[in-house]
């Protein structure tokens, strides 16, 4: 029972989606040869760089089957056969065993193993290399356990009749066509071979001479099977391709710490391997699986075989060498160990079973809680609480991430100058060679590492170094280089571009350091062409051919056009963020989607963080078109997923950044400025962010900075608490981290006080009878939201009976982060209500992303106050009797009606001029930003003297290109023909 709940759990985490894009290359490969002729090509036909490279594709076959299974269902063929081949690794594993003893042992070994090999199960053909490995040992197991090896070799083994060896050899020829680390299996079988040999001069041996001599006939002969494939012997020398040239190229790339599949190119000796994070997980498992091998075989000393020492210690050799290779030797060292562990406990202790009691419960119970410990690790695997949230999930078919990476490629090479680009990453040269791109190099770095002094590898090195300003160890530990030295450093790309006629390069922006994004950007002679969520397109511009040149001027790119001149449509979120309940986070964790929306956000947002570190200096407008177009990426991310607590903060980040730019732009003009739209833009996208990622930090303290610069001191405090709690007031070496909590426990001690003078006051004005409802606006006022709903709490029926009041705690909700609660209240309010409650409620559908509705709420504010003033006036005309005529006070009609007319040209203008304010902002957020050089252009003709001028007129000039004057018309000088002296003095009287 215990190796079949092995062997389904095998074929559960077996079943996983692909996310290498190593994958793609074998699966367009075997495209390839199926309309090529099925034979694999002499020389390189996908890259730019190798075509006069021989290709040694010992992995062919399996690429031909591998591109069929992939064309069902879009991947989903290949991970279902990938979990078949792993389950059947698995039952063989279970099968290698001595019948009648027990196997326990062997299923605990055969689980850990299955953690330490999960991260090659990815329909490649390293998962071959695992069932190869297995298969071998088996039928080496299956032989030398037969009743009678020496008779009747040529059969297969039936009931009662021995296993032929000979089998080996069809299986190795297979092996070498399908997998280029089928030397694996050679070396198992010479290893094991000589290990029998040192048993046999230490009178240890477990073959016969006759044995002996058929076991190495086999071996040879399947020696020389392995060279029949369409490269021939080449198939021997693959371990010195792999250890000599492949293994040491990754260095180059991949850093052990990065815990990814390439990383085990690195010794199992290295200590950053360690230090991966969830790459952690296949590593200790792994050496857990050796570890138990290795203590199997000290108990079982005496009766040990030489064989499987030496092939067990030739394995963990190789894993040392390439902690890629611990999975395979995992997989030997499991066989090896449940036989050695066996063999010990049969003949330590008796093998007859009791009736006892206490033994059935010892060994059923042990048995039952080993099944539910195996149904825990299903869970846990299905989950991802044991992968991580970010790791190789269990499922079928392309991945969301590794598919949205294929779709942002595609974006990025679709409209192309031509189809050689020049990539930073092998990764990014797998996606692009799936694209019907020819990258510089891809993942197959032993065809690039060969021919040449110095090979494509060091020349794509020198490139990539060269285009980011970068230099290598050595180089930075030496003394600092000439500048003619460090010139020719900086330009060593160009004979290498010029060499291979490369006129574009794809610096990555997802998944590493944009260093070499920001250094083309502030090249002159790169010319940005395309800016996506993975990667970004720079041209050559200087010493360009005609027709690049003419492609440049068709295709140029531009952040200010693009979010100031470029009209698209808005995106509608369909729900709000949730969180996950404890039920689901146990049972179930669906895969994320990965928006590509989100992550152009997620650049977007770069430029806006290293401008204000001073790492980038570009114009104001263009710094400000960023953050309207890194909104409208996160708003169209959020359109796509809801519970995307990155484009949440996203929005926060760019809200603040508008915040901060625009009370600038204002200030510079003398005009002081409240910017309540970003205010309650940014407060939502943080409390949003922070209900879907409640343990960040960095949100907390961005939000604690926006609630401190606006005065809501208790909401402060309240964030304080938290963070507290999330890190401890311990002091620290770190003299940032020292002077951050100094600054923390300043800015308690300052609310803390503020906050304990206010609850005084308040004390004894309730004390002196007044209403605890009429009291809150001005709790409110000085700062203290929290407080305010707390004495709005203590009168509700105040509350019920004032509109006003209503809408106070409405906002107060609102700014203490009941967003959803308080959206759904303001629905109840009725159209026809006079009160200014559609200014708070447009709030609410802003957090939501309702532009619509917001913009209608405001216009309908508008109106209603346009209308009210109007009204104030018209009461007071002299053909109306007003109460003061009709109380006999007619003196007092002229002055009140001058008093309402003033009221309706300050207050209500200026109410108005917010409003048309609000709507244009959101028009441009919303993908329409003409309209709102309309709405602007209409505010500025009906209030001219407007604070908002200065604003207007930075946004028409993004917009129109408009340029209007900075003073209003109150401060301009009048002009008149004779305020300047003529030219001319004798021409003066003529004049």
């Known amino acids: 029972m215990l190796s079949w709940a092995v062997v389904l759990l095998a074929l559960l985490i077996g079943c996983r989606q692909i996310v290498e894009t190593t994958t793609l290359v074998h699966v367009k490969t075997g495209r390839y040869l199926a309309s090529h002729g099925f034979l694999p090509p002499t020389n390189d036909v996908f890259s730019a760089t ?222 950053d391997l360690w230090r991966s994070g969830s790459g952690r997980l296949p590593l200790v498992a792994g050496v857990v699986v050796l570890a138990s091998a290795l203590v199997s075989i000290v108990l079982n000393a005496r009766r040990v075989n030489f064989g499987d ?71 846990v695997s299905v989950n991802q609480s044991l992968f991580g949230a970010e790791g190789k999930r269990v499922g079928v078919g392309l991945s969301n991430r590794l598919r949205a990476m294929i779709a942002a490629y595609r974006d990025a090479t679709t409209d192309s100058f031509d189809n050689r680009p020049f990539n930073f990453m092998p990764s990014q040269g797998d996606v692009l060679l799936w694209l019907d791109q020819k990258p510089f190099v891809d993942s197959r770095l032993a065809l690039f590492a060969r021919r040449g002094e110095p090979d494509l590898l060091t020349l794509h090195d020198q490139a990539r170094q060269s285009l980011t300003q970068l230099t290598d160890q050595k180089a930075a530990s030496d003394q600092l280089p000439s500048n003619a030295d460090s010139d020719e450093r900086l330009n060593a790309w160009r004979p290498i571009f010029d060499r291979f006629q490369l006129t574009h390069v794809l610096p990555r922006l997802f998944g590493g350091n944009p260093t070499a994004y920001f250094r083309l950007l502030a090249k002159p002679e790169w010319k940005l062409a395309h800016l996506g969520s993975h990667c970004a397109v720079f041209y050559r511009q200087k010493d360009a051919s005609p027709e690049l040149t003419q492609f440049l001027d068709k295709h140029e790119f531009s952040l200010r056009k693009l979010a100031f001149q470029t009209t698209e449509p808005a995106s509608l979120r369909t729900d709000w963020p949730r969180i996950r309940s404890s039920l689901q986070k146990t049972f179930g964790a669906p895969e994320p989607l990965v928006s590509n929306k989100a992550l152009e956000a997620e650049t977007l947002l770069l430029h806006l963080r290293a401008i204000l570190n001073g790492q980038l200096v570009i114009d104001e407008a263009s710094a400000i078109g960023i953050a309207h177009l890194a909104i409208r990426k996160a708003n169209a991310g959020l359109a796509e997923s809801a519970d995307n607590a990155t484009a949440y903060q996203i929005l926060g980040e760019a809200y603040s950044f508008l915040l901060n730019m625009e009370i600038a732009i204002e200030q510079a003009n003398g005009v002081p400025f409240e910017n309540r739209l970003r205010f309650y833009q940014a407060l939502a ?68 006080s503020r906050h304990a003078a206010l609850q005084e006051r308040v004390t004894a004005i309730l004390e002196q009878g007044q209403n605890a409802a009429e009291l809150a606006s001005q709790v409110y006022e000085a700062g203290f939201v929290l407080e305010a709903m707390r004495l709005l709490n203590l009168d509700q029926d105040a509350v019920r009976e004032s509109p006003d009041l209503q809408i106070l705690q409405s906002l107060l909700r609102l700014e203490s982060g009941e967003i959803e609660e308080v959206h759904g209240q303001f629905e109840y309010f009725s159209e026809n209500n006079q009160a200014s409650w559609r200014i708070p409620a447009a709030w609410t559908r802003l957090a939501h992303g309702e532009y619509e509705r917001a913009i209608e709420l405001w216009m309908i504010q508008s109106a209603i106050t346009q209308q009210s003033s109007v009204t104030g006036v018209l009461a007071t005309l002299p053909i109306i009797q007003s109460r003061f005529h009709l109380l006999g006070h007619p003196n007092v009609w ?85 305020m300047f002296t003529p030219d001319d003095p004798a021409n003066a009287e003529t004049k």
Not at 83 to 109: C, D, H, M
């Open 685 to 752: 996208a943080y409390h949003q962010a922070i209900l879907l990622n409640p343990k960040s930090l960095f949100l907390r303290d961005r939000l604690v900075d926006l609630l401190q610069r606006h005065n809501r001191l208790d909401l402060v405090l309240r964030e304080l608490d938290v963070i507290d709690k999330l890190t401890p007031l311990t002091d620290s070496e770190n003299p940032e981290e020292s002077e951050a909590l100094q600054r923390r426990l300043a800015l308690r001690e300052h609310c803390e």
């Open 894 to 978: 002229p002055t009140h009606h001058t008093l309402l007319l003033q009221n309706a040209q300050t207050v209500s203008e200026s109410e108005m001029s917010s409003l048309n304010w609000y709507i244009a902002m959101c028009q441009i957020e919303s993908g329409s930003p003409l309209l709102a050089g309309k709405t602007l252009t209409g505010l500025l003709e009906a209030n001219p003297e407007t604070p908002f001028r200065p604003l207007i007129r930075f946004y028409l000039f993004a917009i129109n290109d408009e340029l209007i004057d900075r003073e209003p018309p109150s401060d301009w000088i009048p002009i008149d023909g004779e």
């Open 50 to 271: 190798a075509g006069e490279h021989r290709w040694v594709n010992l992995s062919w076959l399996w690429d031909l089957i591998s591109s069929g299974l992939f064309a069902i269902g879009e991947g989903i063929g290949l991970s279902l056969a990938t979990a078949l081949l792993v389950a059947a690794t698995w039952s063989l594993l279970g099968k290698t065993s001595r019948p009648g003893v027990s196997s326990w042992f062997g299923s605990i070994l055969g689980v850990l193993t299955l953690l330490a090999c999960h991260p090659q199960f990815s329909g490649q053909p390293e998962t071959v290399t695992l069932f190869g490995v297995a298969a071998t040992f088996w039928w080496l197991h299956v032989w030398r356990s037969s009743s009678d090896t020496t008779a009747s070799m040529n059969v297969l083994a039936m009931p009662g009749r021995p296993m032929s060896l000979w089998w080996m050899v069809p299986g190795f020829v297979l092996w070498s066509n399908l997998d280029h680390r089928m030397f694996l299996g050679l070396t198992l079988l010479l290893l094991w071979g000589l290990g029998e040999i040192i048993g046999h001069v230490s009178g240890r041996t477990s073959l016969t001479a006759t044995q002996r001599a058929h076991f190495w006939k086999v071996v040879g002969t399947c020696v020389v099977a392995s060279t029949l494939n369409p490269s021939g012997g080449q198939a021997l020398f693959s371990p010195v391709a792999l250890y000599g040239t492949e293994y040491p190229a990754w260095h180059l790339y991949v850093p052990a710490i990065s815990g990814s599949e390439e990383a085990g190119a690195f010794s199992l000796l290295t200590s």
């Open 309 to 379: 020492v030496l092939t067990f210690a030739g394995f963990v050799a190789l894993a040392a060498v390439a902690s890629h290779e611990l999975a395979a030797a995992s997989v030997l060292a499991c066989a090896i160990g449940t036989l050695n562990a066996q063999q010990w406990y049969q003949s330590s202790f008796r093998q007859s079973y009791s009736i006892e009691p206490k033994e059935l419960l010892f060994t059923r119970g042990g048995r039952a809680i080993t099944v539910l410990a195996f149904f825990a690790l299903a869970v």
